[in-house]
């Protein structure tokens, strides 16, 4: 593993800038619970709720990619990552879990998603920028304030599939707006308004 | 030759479920229990702390002054004071507590509630004697000391 550098993210203040000032919200951390972001959210007023996105695809489909279209497997995944009510949560940090997805698993989750949002919450996740890869970095992420974000990598992953904006708007096509952000690693931050 | 006599446990000692034992039920304590053993059903120890070691096997709803969890808890933890989850452990279930730490390794799948501890009553000024002609004052409405909380997400079984 490498050492963790801080640094920017604008995609993290525009999802904290949404939130700001109000205390009590229900966000969902998909990083996997660590001491970090427990703190920041809880000490903001926040009820979090953690699991961990990528370990979870590992645990559910192995390094197959082409298990990811397994009907059975895809529901099992929602079932133990996404199983809540309508309208749950206010706010969902997913970081890079979402572009190891293939488009099957992709879509089932992003409609998980949009079900589990409340109308007016925000979600934030993290997409390679580099369209010709196909394996892309994975990191881990942690909290450090409301702005800046702590990354370390922690090697290569094949990619789901090719992220660019056009098809990362359509993927959130039901959502009810979707904005990227350009990142030195190569990453495009995106917030979607549900 | 005359019985051993019998000494109660004192008031620092351990209730230790061993890695061979199995219990399902509810289990009460007002001392500290060490689990490295399988439980299923639940555990409180209000005024204690609740250790479930490095073997156990929880599948239970933990309730205690203190929880540290070192093996495998699947149940819902609720803690006066501190929730401490160790390197290796995994839990699924959802945290209530006025404080959390849990190291880098844990497995967690859950929700967190931070909960502060309610602020102690100040104490009640005692009764003063009410005189014969002043009129009785009428009973003050209730404090609601818990309002019921505003609805969590669900989690769908």
Known sequence: MTTPTIRNSRGLEQFFGNIRDVVGLNILDMAGANQENI???TNLGHKLYASDLVRSIDDTFGSDLAEQNSAPRIEHFLQANFNYLPDSF???ILWDGLQFMTPALLAATVDRLHMIMRPGGYILAFFSANEK???VPA???RLVDAKSISVTERGVRPAGQVFNNRNLEKTFARFESIKFFLTRENLREVIVRR | ???????AADSTSINNIGKAVRVEGRIISRED??????????IESPESKVTIGPNGRVKATLSAREVVIIGAVQGDVTASDKVDIRKDAQLEGNIASARISIEDGAIFKGSIDIRKPEPKPSPVAPP???????????PAPPIVVNPPAAAAPAIKR
């Open chain 2, 1 to 7: 030759m005359s019985p051993t006599p019998f000494r």
């Open chain 1, 133 to 135: 890869m196909s394996e």
């Open chain 1, 39 to 41: 703190n920041f959210l």
């Open chain 1, 139 to 141: 990191y881990t992420f």
């Open chain 2, 128 to 138: 003063q004697p009410v005189a014969a002609s002043a009129p009785v004052a009428a």
């Open chain 2, 33 to 42: 229990i060490f689990v490295d053993g399988q439980v299923e059903g639940s």
């Open chain 1, 90 to 92: 206010d706010g969902a």
